[in-house]
């Protein structure tokens, strides 16, 4: 999303946010257009490394079921105890899930607010000229509101088990996978979400380093690839999972509690 104007001015030249409102220096710059854009960029990027991470350890699943204990579980395993005893169970892990939930609604509610500023700030009557924009960009509001549907029903799915069309057991990630996508659809859902996370990320990533003022003419093409790159390296790292297990490159699992899993008996 190129800006022609200066950081900080809007269209038309005038300090950004400058809504005579008063208040503390957060609510200032949380009312500023470049506020909202480094809210953005900012939780962006936490939500960002936390699909790295997330992308990694779920090629753990290629690690195999293990002699009855796959690896993605002891991963898992490890996710939940780390930081005990000097925190209470799960206390690391839930330190990490508020500080994405926050990651998340201010992620929304800023995108949310900015476009409406650019909708009310658009002139009514004469259509805008057209400006070359790449599919990514076109695409950003309705691939992120793919994304957030894909989330809730993922989270509903492998963490609290809310939706078990196929057999979930608290612990056997492998074999939760495994289950999952013997099935053509969550597999075709699963890449297709990946494809959509792929033009998010791509997008998200160049504009970062727009609103952070890092896009200079002669580094603007290296930025473009490096953000092409780490878009293509986790949508792919992450839509390897589902088409492992469903091409059958990744095993079926072993242990115990997995024949539970496989029985269709709910946790
Ligand atoms: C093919 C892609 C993916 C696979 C196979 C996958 C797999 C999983 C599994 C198995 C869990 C549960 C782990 C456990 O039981 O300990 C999980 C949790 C989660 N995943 Fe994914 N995931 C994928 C993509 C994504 C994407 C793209 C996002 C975000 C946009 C995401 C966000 C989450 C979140 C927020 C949790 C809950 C973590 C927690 O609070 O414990 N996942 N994922």
Redesign the pocket.
């Given at each position: 999303m190129a800006d022609p104007h200066p950081p900080g001015l809007n269209e038309e030249g005038e300090l950004e946010g400058s809504s005579g409102r008063h208040g503390g220096i957060l609510r200032q710059f949380w009312d500023s257009t470049i506020g909202k854009k480094i809210v953005v960029a900012v939780s962006g990027s936490i939500?960002g490394l936390?699909?790295i991470v997330?992308?990694l350890g779920?090629l753990k699943?290629f690690q195999g079921p293990g002699g009855g204990e796959p690896e993605i579980d002891v991963y898992?395993e490890w996710?939940?105890e780390v930081g005990s005893p000097a925190l209470p169970e799960q206390g690391a892990?839930w330190v990490?899930?508020a500080i994405?939930l926050l990651a998340l609604v201010l992620h929304v509610v800023a995108i949310v607010q900015l476009s409406r500023r650019n909708l009310a700030a658009k002139p009514k009557g004469h259509r805008p000229p057209r400006i070359q924009r790449s599919l990514a960009s076109r695409t950003m509001l309705l691939s992120g509101l793919v994304?957030l549907a894909?989330?809730v029903f993922?989270?509903l799915q492998?963490?609290t088990a809310t939706i078990q069309t196929t057999p979930i057991v608290?612990?056997e990630?492998y074999a939760?996978?495994y289950a999952a996508?013997q099935e053509w659809y969550f597999v075709v859902f699963?890449?297709v979400?990946?494809g959509l996370?792929a033009l998010h990320l791509r997008h998200g990533a160049w504009s970062l380093t727009q609103t952070m003022g890092w896009d200079k003419p002669n580094r603007n093409p290296t930025l473009r690839r490096t953000a092409t790159a780490l878009a293509v390296v986790v949508s792919l790292g992450?839509?390897a999972?589902?088409l492992g297990f469903w091409l059958g490159i990744v095993p079926e699992p072993t242990s115990e509690a997995a024949a539970t899993a496989a029985s269709g008996e709910p946790r």
């Amino acid at each position: 999303m190129a800006d022609p104007h200066p950081p900080g001015l809007n269209e038309e030249g005038e300090l950004e946010g400058s809504s005579g409102r008063h208040g503390g220096i957060l609510r200032q710059f949380w009312d500023s257009t470049i506020g909202k854009k480094i809210v953005v960029a900012v939780s962006g990027s936490i939500l960002g490394l936390y699909l790295i991470v997330h992308m990694l350890g779920n090629l753990k699943g290629f690690q195999g079921p293990g002699g009855g204990e796959p690896e993605i579980d002891v991963y898992g395993e490890w996710l939940r105890e780390v930081g005990s005893p000097a925190l209470p169970e799960q206390g690391a892990l839930w330190v990490v899930r508020a500080i994405l939930l926050l990651a998340l609604v201010l992620h929304v509610v800023a995108i949310v607010q900015l476009s409406r500023r650019n909708l009310a700030a658009k002139p009514k009557g004469h259509r805008p000229p057209r400006i070359q924009r790449s599919l990514a960009s076109r695409t950003m509001l309705l691939s992120g509101l793919v994304l957030l549907a894909f989330v809730v029903f993922h989270v509903l799915q492998f963490t609290t088990a809310t939706i078990q069309t196929t057999p979930i057991v608290e612990g056997e990630v492998y074999a939760n996978l495994y289950a999952a996508f013997q099935e053509w659809y969550f597999v075709v859902f699963y890449v297709v979400s990946m494809g959509l996370l792929a033009l998010h990320l791509r997008h998200g990533a160049w504009s970062l380093t727009q609103t952070m003022g890092w896009d200079k003419p002669n580094r603007n093409p290296t930025l473009r690839r490096t953000a092409t790159a780490l878009a293509v390296v986790v949508s792919l790292g992450f839509a390897a999972v589902p088409l492992g297990f469903w091409l059958g490159i990744v095993p079926e699992p072993t242990s115990e509690a997995a024949a539970t899993a496989a029985s269709g008996e709910p946790r």
